[in-house]
């Protein structure tokens, strides 16, 4: 989504992906983090 995320309020500091968009990766938005399963860092790997 357009300017997310943004951690509104201060509030929102995990990010979520829509699994179910036609683009995921366009479908970041931010949300409270609460008791879910949260992915807390990635870290990319050129050639894997």
């Known amino acids: 989504m357009?300017?997310?995320p943004n951690n509104l309020n201060d509030e929102a500091a995990c990010v979520e992906i829509s699994q179910?968009?036609?683009d995921p990766l366009k479908s970041w938005k931010d949300g409270p983090c609460i008791p879910k399963h949260w992915v807390c860092n990635?870290?990319?790997c050129v050639g894997y």
């Open 20 to 22: 179910t968009a036609s």
């Open 2 to 4: 357009e300017g997310e």
């Open 42 to 44: 990635i870290t990319s």
